[in-house]
């Protein structure tokens, strides 16, 4: 089965997912880490972003995987272990350009989809039911006002020691919310068999059950 969960930053779509994926046993797919491993190699290969037709020979060449060993994912890149190495900040500067490469674009979709077959899997993002599985068997679109999704990110930032008001996340979720929308590739959308979850004025657990109640009368 395939869990596609859409909508915009701050919406609680990574957490649901998470939490999901621990109690249910389903791959929780970043599609994410997939563009970050076309950054990784490009970053290795000494390739910047004007490299446009090399980056796109690395998506074609490599191999990626993604294996989920106990509470963790692993992702895989020519078969080494680069769950970490993805995540530095030199590889999160370059993903985003990245990801809005085509051709780019369109290779990782099919990788994505290979790493789905055969799996039960729950994945999140922006396009995943329209783009990525537009077949997906349970849709949801995750949403939450953009005050509370502030406020999140906010609080989030707090913890993490970056210093914000929350009149500045505020404005950046709006922007945000706009640029994913009016994306030439990939834009974020509702589908008409989507289930739209608000989740302003619930708990993440009240929205995990919600959705876990939906996969079940789908199974």
């Not at 990245?98 to 799996?119: C, H, N, T």
């Not at 994913?180 to 068999?193: E, N, R, S």
């Amino acid at each position: 089965m395939i869990v596609a969960v859409d909508g915009p930053a701050g919406s609680g779509k990574g957490t649901v997912t998470k939490m999901i994926e621990k109690e249910l046993g389903f791959l929780n797919l970043d599609t994410g880490a997939t563009y970050r491993c076309v950054a990784l190699e490009a970053l290795r290969r000494g390739l910047t972003l004007q490299d446009e037709e090399q980056i796109i020979e690395v998506a074609n060449k490599i191999d990626i995987k993604i294996n989920n060993v106990g509470d963790k994912d692993i992702v895989l890149l020519n078969d080494e272990d680069v769950t970490e190495k993805i995540r530095t900040k030199e590889v999160t500067a370059i993903v985003s350009q990245i990801s809005s490469i085509v051709p780019v674009r369109e290779k990782m979709v099919e990788v994505q989809r290979k790493l789905a077959i055969g799996k039960d899997v729950i994945v999140e993002g922006r396009d995943i039911g329209t783009v990525v599985f537009p077949n997906a068997e349970v849709k949801i679109y995750l949403d939450a006002s953009e005050e509370v999704r502030a406020k999140r990110r906010y609080e989030e930032n707090l913890q993490k020691g970056i210093n914000t008001t929350y009149e500045e996340v505020l404005e950046n979720v709006k922007m945000r919310d706009y640029n994913d929308m009016h994306k030439k590739v990939g834009a974020l959308k509702k589908t008409q068999d989507s289930i739209v979850i608000d989740s302003t004025d619930l708990t993440i657990d009240e929205v995990v059950k919600k959705i876990e109640n939906i996969i079940c009368e789908k199974s």
